[in-house]
Each structure stands twice: as C-alpha cells, then as structure tokens.
C-alpha cells in the first residue's frame, strides 16, 4: 500500500503561482510515476502533469509552459509548480502514485484561481 498527502492549495488570483506537494510513504519500492491530475465542477477528472522515476515528464497541453512537475526522490515527494495561473485552472488537484498492480490516489487539494 502507499499513502499519499497532498498540500499547497489554496486561492489565488490570476497571475499568480501555487506550489503542491504530494508525500507518498508505505511501499514506495513499488512506484513507477507520480502525477497530477484535477477535476473541476461539471468535467471528467484529467491528466496534468506526470513524471517517471527516471525523471521524464509529460504535461497536457493547457499547462505547457507554465506548470513543472519535479520530484525529490529522497523525500519521496513530488511537486507541482504552478505558474501564470487563470480562472480555468480552478479545480480539485489530485496526486497519483503508479505501481504495476494499482494506481494510488491523494485525497486532493482545492486550487481556486480568481479573476
């Protein structure tokens, strides 16, 4: 099993940065990729950012350029920057841990961008 602890969300206005942090403990061995994903009001829950243990990332298309996923390996722990934030942006933000049996979830962290 492995436990996930997301923090860093909050409310910003738009234009501005948010940092999240997701630290997973338990069977940590077992990870292959960490990421994000987020769910606003009304929509299917999607892919933000994701990153391998051997460090290669892959962001969706409305981040590029100004969110960055970094993982610290000795803290167990991945991060997202979030910078230029919009109003879009405002959703429910979950971190994922992927292992070759299951995928692991946070509980998420709500990010409100105000415009």
């Known amino acids: 099993q492995v436990q996930l602890v997301e923090s860093g969300g909050g409310l910003v206005q738009a234009g501005g940065s948010l940092r999240l942090s997701c630290a997973a403990s338990g069977s940590i061995f077992s990870i292959t990729a960490m990421g994000w994903y987020r769910q606003a009001p009304g929509k299917q829950r999607e892919l933000v950012a994701a990153?391998?243990?051997?460090?290669?990332?892959n962001y969706a298309d409305s981040v590029k350029g100004r969110f960055t996923i970094s993982r610290d390996n000795a803290k167990n722990t991945v991060y997202l920057q979030m910078n230029s934030l919009k109003p879009e942006d405002t959703a429910v933000y979950y971190c994922?841990?992927?292992?070759?049996?299951?995928?692991?979830w946070g509980q998420g962290t709500q990010v409100t961008v105000s415009s």
């Open positions: 994922i841990a992927g292992a070759p049996r299951e995928d692991y």
């Open positions: 990153i391998t243990s051997g460090g290669v990332t």
